[in-house]
């Protein structure tokens, strides 16, 4: 009989100890859920802000792009005018020569 009482304090403790552990698991396992679920929470904060930068950046090259377009033109422009006036420099000055050299 002293073997039973012995037994089954022991077999109480066994099982207080289970329940002991599985609440603690328990609370574990929903801290880490809690602490995923903060870190789903940052991740897909930093994919919003990443998705709002890449389409900040996108509108810039397009600004950008038509700003080189601009330029391009501008440079093609230049470059016609420049030729047009050392022609004509190139010109006048063969005339001075000719008027001097006679």
Excluded: C, P, W
Aim: net charge negative; proline share 0%; charged share 35%.
């Amino acid at each position: 009989m002293a073997e039973e009482k012995g037994y089954a304090a022991g077999r109480a403790g066994l099982q207080d100890a289970v329940v002991r552990l599985e609440t603690a698991l328990a609370a574990r396992l929903e801290g880490e859920k809690e602490g995923s679920d903060a870190q789903v929470a940052a991740l897909e904060q930093d994919l919003a802000d990443l998705r709002a930068e890449f389409e900040a950046l996108r509108a810039e090259n397009r600004r950008l792009n038509g700003d080189l377009i601009d330029a391009r033109a501008d440079h093609a422009a230049l470059e016609e005018v420049a030729d047009a006036v050392g022609g004509r420099l190139d010109t006048t000055i063969e005339q001075i020569r000719t008027m001097i050299g006679g």
